[in-house]
Structures are given as structure tokens and as C-alpha cells.
């Protein structure tokens, strides 16, 4: 994305837990980023913040590529090894299919 920074962007994505587990309270969390804060209270869902002083995108919903890709980067073992890692600061999440995005 245009105007990120690689070495300080971030991604938050809210991985759990669910509500719809057996005796799981649901998870929610708030980011805050230049000057703004987004709740986050669905699984599933992440914002991205290009720098420290840019207001959150999102919430989005992250797809089922986003988020193989995102399991590889993490070196989580359920990722699919098929998904080769794309720097997420090459292209604009928000218009190459790899996330999609929910506005509020």
C-alpha cells in the first residue's frame, strides 16, 4: 500500500476466541492509530495501520487466503504450505482479492 511503512505497519486480526465455542466468552479488541479508534469484535475480522500516525483501515474481513498466507508468515503448521508469502505492503489489501474489505 502507498504511503506504508515496512517496518512499522501492522495488521491486528481478532483470531478468537469464538462466543459460538461451549463456555467461550467472545473475544473483541480496539486499535488505536493516529488519532482513531475501530473496534474489532468479530473473529476473523483485522484492521491495518500503515504507520503509527494513520488512522486504522478496517474492520475487514480477512479471506481464506489472507489468511493461509498469514498462518505461513506465522509459521503455523495448519497454514498451506501451497500459499507462497506475499509481501503485504506490495499491493493494496483493500483491492487485490487477498482481503476483503467490510465497512461499518
Same mark, same amino acid.
Not at 13 to 21: D, E, F
Not at 80 to 104: E, H, K, M
Given at each position: 500500500?502507498?504511503?506504508?511503512?515496512? %517496518?512499522? #505497519?501492522?495488521?491486528?486480526?481478532?483470531?478468537?476466541?469464538?462466543?459460538?465455542? /461451549?463456555?467461550?466468552?467472545?473475544?473483541?479488541?480496539?486499535?488505536?492509530?493516529?488519532?482513531?479508534?475501530? /473496534?474489532?469484535?468479530?473473529?476473523?475480522?483485522?484492521?491495518?495501520? @500503515?504507520? @503509527?500516525?494513520?488512522? /486504522?483501515?478496517?474492520?475487514?474481513?480477512?479471506?481464506?487466503?489472507?489468511?493461509?498466507?498469514?498462518?505461513?508468515?506465522?509459521?503455523? /503448521?495448519?497454514?498451506?504450505?501451497?500459499?507462497?508469502?506475499?509481501? @503485504?505492503?506490495? #499491493?493494496?489489501?483493500?483491492? !487485490?482479492? !487477498?482481503?476483503?474489505?467490510? %465497512?461499518?
Amino acid at each position: 500500500m502507498e504511503g506504508a511503512d515496512a %517496518d512499522s #505497519a501492522s495488521l491486528i486480526l481478532l483470531r478468537g476466541p469464538a462466543a459460538s465455542r /461451549p463456555g467461550e466468552i467472545g473475544g473483541a479488541i480496539d486499535v488505536t492509530a493516529g488519532g482513531r479508534t475501530v /473496534p474489532v469484535e468479530t473473529i476473523g475480522y483485522a484492521v491495518f495501520v @500503515p504507520t @503509527p500516525d494513520h488512522a /486504522p483501515i478496517g474492520p475487514f474481513l480477512l479471506s481464506d487466503e489472507g489468511l493461509a498466507q498469514l498462518a505461513v508468515l506465522l509459521g503455523d /503448521p495448519r497454514g498451506s504450505l501451497a500459499v507462497q508469502p506475499q509481501d @503485504p505492503l506490495a #499491493a493494496d489489501p483493500l483491492t !487485490t482479492g !487477498t482481503f476483503d474489505f467490510v %465497512d461499518y
